[in-house]
């Protein structure tokens, strides 16, 4: 019930500082910076927004491969976007697949598809449109081992957070 309440006080907060029209899904803004790799911050009408990439989870910046996936998106600083706003998270992030250039390239998509980060299996069904395509990129990244895929049995992002190591998820050499 407690997250409901929050999620609410956040859609309020968002709405009534106009940083994106009430009925809108996709809003502009301007990529300003990288935290790491899937959240980055935005400019959206003037308001400092945190963005969550959706169903996407890179490194931690302490693991292997983490500072480049940083890196990677911190290449998108000063380029326009557009944030197909799915949702706001527990940490008030925008929850969004980013699109950038003319052709619209999915910057979710494309982070996979370089090998700096994984697919978030557990929030994929919040991305029904690209999860054939993001699973496709996982799966050749592994295969080429492109990025973190260098490493022959990467920790997972989700069990880094957990203090769990590959021995400890059943990846042991």
């Given amino acids: 019930m407690q997250r409901i309440i929050k999620f609410l006080v956040v859609l309020v907060i968002l709405f009534s500082t106009q940083i994106y029209p009430v009925n809108a899904e996709v809003v502009r803004g301007r990529i300003v910076a990288a935290i790491d790799g899937d959240t980055l911050i935005a400019f959206i009408n003037n308001n400092q927004v945190s963005i969550r990439l959706n169903c996407i ?21 000063g380029v326009n976007a557009e944030f197909d706003v799915k949702g706001v998270d527990k940490y008030n992030r925008l929850i969004a697949e980013v699109f950038v250039g003319k052709d619209r390239h999915n910057v979710n998509s494309v982070m996979v598809r370089d090998g700096m980060a994984f697919v978030y299996r557990e929030y994929l069904r919040e991305c029904p449109a690209i999860a054939p395509q993001l699973i496709k990129y996982e ?34 050499s």
């Fill in 139 to 172: 799966q050749l990244a592994k295969q080429k081992r492109l990025g973190l895929w260098k490493q022959k049995n990467p920790v997972m992002p989700w069990d880094y957070r957990h203090g769990e190591s590959n021995d400890s998820v059943g990846f042991k």
């Fill in 57 to 77: 989870d890179a490194p931690e910046l302490a693991q292997f491969f983490g500072v480049e996936s940083k890196t990677k998106l911190a290449k998108l600083n």
